[in-house]
């Protein structure tokens, strides 16, 4: 058997070092208070980027609306026959929205523009094919439950849970929709 090599690891540049501290600027280790820093200047450029909603970095807070948080191996919200057909798969699919190929990013934008268009609709029942990813599980696949907990996915979505292997397996998930009122 062939031993595989690792990727040299390189330095990063100072656009990057600069992006990874700004994503970390709020994080702290367990029981520790927060220091915040001084904020930058807000750019015309600055404002628009900031008007489009940008994917969650870290777990979500639970939604007001929202009893509990959701749970793909127990339902929330609903009765036990929807629960069954939802996870056996034997909901009718009303659309599929295929992550695989796009950044983080990307994929949460597709995600919250895919859920509103199909909730507005009248689906129930739709497939978000995430990818199984490599040894660790892939990124979008550990990604999009996160999202699913979050704001302003939390408050369309019932439900969730794993696909069958006909509809993709492990790199998909059944998504059940709030019904609109």
């Given at each position: 058997?062939?031993?595989?090599?690792?990727?040299?690891?390189?330095?990063?540049?100072?656009?990057?070092?600069?992006?990874?501290?700004?994503?970390?600027?709020?994080?702290r280790p367990l029981g520790e208070t927060p220091v915040?820093?001084?904020?930058?200047?807000?750019?015309?450029?600055?404002?628009?980027?900031?008007?489009?909603?940008?994917?969650?970095?870290?777990?979500?807070?639970?939604?007001?609306?929202?009893?509990?948080?959701?749970?793909?191996?127990?339902?929330?919200?609903?009765?036990?026959?929807?629960?069954?057909?939802?996870?056996?798969?034997?909901?009718?699919?009303?659309?599929?929205?295929?992550?695989?190929g796009m950044t983080q990013e990307e994929a949460w934008?597709?995600?919250?523009?895919?859920?509103?268009?199909?909730?507005?609709?009248?689906?129930?029942?739709?497939?978000?094919?995430?990818?199984?990813?490599?040894?660790?599980?892939?990124?979008?696949?550990?990604?999009?439950?996160?999202?699913?907990?979050?704001?302003?996915?939390?408050?369309?979505?019932?439900?969730?849970?794993?696909?069958?292997?006909?509809?993709?397996?492990?790199?998909?998930l059944y998504v059940l929709l709030r019904r609109r009122?």
């Amino acid at each position: 058997m062939r031993e595989r090599r690792l990727p040299r690891s390189r330095r990063l540049t100072a656009e990057e070092l600069a992006l990874w501290r700004a994503a970390m600027r709020d994080t702290r280790p367990l029981g520790e208070t927060p220091v915040r820093e001084a904020q930058p200047e807000r750019t015309p450029a600055a404002e628009a980027a900031a008007d489009t909603p940008e994917p969650p970095a870290v777990s979500p807070r639970p939604v007001a609306g929202a009893a509990r948080r959701l749970d793909p191996r127990h339902p929330v919200g609903l009765d036990r026959r929807s629960w069954q057909r939802l996870r056996r798969g034997l909901l009718p699919i009303d659309g599929r929205l295929d992550l695989h190929g796009m950044t983080q990013e990307e994929a949460w934008r597709a995600l919250v523009a895919f859920t509103s268009r199909m909730q507005a609709r009248g689906a129930r029942c739709i497939l978000v094919i995430t990818g199984r990813g490599l040894r660790t599980g892939g990124t979008l696949r550990q990604m999009t439950p996160r999202w699913l907990e979050s704001p302003p996915l939390r408050e369309r979505v019932l439900s969730y849970a794993p696909a069958r292997i006909e509809h993709g397996g492990e790199g998909a998930l059944y998504v059940l929709l709030r019904r609109r009122r």
